[in-house]
């Protein structure tokens, strides 16, 4: 990879043609010089999965940690939807983290404020602190197999 230096002009210009939340100066040149990657080179614009999501308005307008959160959760279940209920093994000490039922995260210890993940059937409790909160999300990722950049990306998303 090669550096240039380029005036406070022409990265203002550059900035302003930036169309997703995410998107790199390298991208944008590509994107507006219509540059491609040669056949057989790994794409430099290939962006994951997880990137797509945290760029898109569904994740801008998550309201604080807990929004971030749940909404994230609400991701993964939308891709991983039938292996998803291996999260229901993911418990702290004496409580549960995840459950079908409200009723039994409130069972499992006091002031869970449990919170329903988004288009599932799966609840999760949200009185912890936000790096518990990126703790669970991780347990979570990897559990469902996702690669690690993946899950650096999402856990440092819910704290923004």
Do not use: C, H
């Amino acid at each position: 990879m090669k550096t240039i230096e380029i005036d406070d002009e022409v990265f203002g210009a550059l900035l302003k043609n930036v169309s997703d939340f995410g998107e790199t100066p390298n991208s944008v040149l590509r994107r507006v010089l219509k540059v491609t990657a040669a056949p057989g080179a790994p794409d430099s614009r290939a962006r994951l999965p997880i990137q797509d999501f945290i760029a898109s308005t569904e994740f801008r307008f998550a309201k604080g940690a807990v929004g971030r959160f749940l909404a994230i959760l609400s991701w993964i279940y939308r891709q991983k939807k039938e292996s998803f209920a291996v999260v229901e093994d993911i418990r702290g000490r004496g409580r549960l983290y995840f459950s079908k039922s409200a009723d039994e995260l409130e069972r499992s210890g006091r002031n869970v404020s449990p919170k329903k993940i988004p288009e599932s059937p799966y609840w999760v409790i949200t009185t912890t602190p936000t790096d518990l909160k990126q703790e669970m999300l991780s347990e979570v990722m990897k559990t469902l197999g996702y690669d690690a950049e993946s899950i650096r990306i999402a856990v440092d998303a819910i704290a923004r």
